[in-house]
């Protein structure tokens, strides 16, 4: 099989090459992968910078979507010929990919391949921040910190489609504010803007009638995470998914009590990695809200598999507004 090969980390050596195909274990099911998503993990990966890869070489990518080809001996919930996603920890950008069992749930007729991929860890990385993590209930005033990327497009669409009354969507590049509100936002917040510490809560005030953030969810970190804290309601909540200013922030905890505020981390990978039941319960839920029209899966580009380090490059250069999918065929 053809599949992305990561052979160094410290010069970004990368080919897609041929190589054996992979072979299930017992609780393992072989994946005939048709899409793949292409996520800020994959460039993390390419640099040595995501925690959960093993030393190169080894193939990176996260949500493969196709078809079953093969089953181990314990696998009771799969059968051959069945369509799945796959949330690999890696491995996912390849012809086949072996995935734990646990981890890959059905397709509803309805939901092809790279509607699946795109959606992939984007969708699930939103839905059990803003759900289990951000306690999202309706009528709250959401912000999300990254709204144009692959898990804040979704977070803005997953948001408004749970309820919220007003979608806030924080830009780090404001020309993107015509897809964000496509996608369901009710106001851009500038976070390009001078003095942002003082002008994001300037921005959410006078949107939300002086209320403020009941969520926030926060992928920019840095002096983004710090100003957003500030504009956070009473009892309001802070759920952290990531870094892309790749500043990590230190929280004031006197600010913290001031307001009864909570600053939650969330990462999918805590649900993945123990096979928790959540993964499937949220995959479903969000199958539902796809084939109900209440979300969207934010596909910018189909790439074809040979075109995998043009995604990368077109995501490192901030030129993607949603997602880029890899079609293996
Ligand atoms: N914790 C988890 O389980 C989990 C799962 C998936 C992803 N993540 C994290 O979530 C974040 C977003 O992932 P993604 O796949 O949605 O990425 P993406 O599609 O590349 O989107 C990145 C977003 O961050 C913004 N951004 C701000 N400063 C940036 C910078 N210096 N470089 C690049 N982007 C910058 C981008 O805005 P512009 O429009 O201005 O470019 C864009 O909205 C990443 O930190 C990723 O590691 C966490």
């Keep these: 099989m053809r599949a ?3 052979t160094d980390t410290s010069n970004r050596s990368v080919a897609i090459a041929d190589v054996p195909d992979p072979v299930p274990g017992d609780d393992e099911i072989l994946v005939d992968v048709k899409a793949c998503g292409i996520n800020f993990t994959d460039l993390l990966s390419l640099d040595g910078k995501y925690q959960n ?3 190169p070489p080894f193939t990176p ?3 493969s979507a196709g078809i079953v080809e093969a089953v181990g001996a314990n696998v009771t919930g799969h059968k051959v010929g069945d369509r799945v996603i796959a949330h690999v920890i890696h491995g996912g950008m390849a012809e086949k990919a072996v995935c734990p069992a646990a981890l890959a749930f059905p397709l509803p007729d309805g939901v092809d391949y790279d509607a699946a991929a795109a959606m992939g860890l984007a969708y699930l990385t939103a839905y059990l921040a803003l759900t289990r993590r951000g306690g999202l209930q309706p009528g709250e005033v959401v912000q999300i910190n ?4 692959g898990v804040g497009l979704a977070s803005v669409s997953l948001a408004k489609a749970l309820g919220a009354k007003t979608v806030l969507a924080g830009l780090t ?5 015509e897809a964000v509100m496509a996608a369901g936002a009710d106001t851009v917040i500038d976070l390009t803007a001078d003095d942002l510490k003082d002008n994001l809560r300037a921005q959410v005030m006078a949107v939300t009638d002086k209320h403020g953030i009941d969520l926030a969810f926060d992928l920019v970190g840095g002096e983004v995470f710090d100003a957003t804290l500030r504009a956070i309601a009473n009892e309001g909540r802070v759920v952290v998914s990531g870094f892309t200013s790749g500043t990590i922030p230190a929280v004031r905890t006197n600010y913290l009590l001031l307001k009864n505020i909570s600053v939650v981390g969330s990462t999918v990978n805590y649900y993945i990695k123990d096979g928790s039941p959540l993964v499937g319960e949220a995959q479903a839920a969000l199958y539902e809200l796809l084939l109900a029209g209440k979300i969207d899966p934010n596909i910018m580009n189909r790439l074809k598999f040979d075109d ?5 490059t077109m995501l490192e250069e901030r030129k993607i507004v949603g997602k880029s999918v890899l079609l293996m065929a």
């Design 4 to 6: 992305v090969i990561i």
């Design 53 to 55: 890869n093993p030393p």
């Design 61 to 63: 990518g996260k949500d």
């Design 308 to 312: 995998y380090m043009d995604g990368i």
């Design 173 to 177: 590049t404001p020309s993107k504010g």
């Design 146 to 149: 990254g709204a144009s990327g």
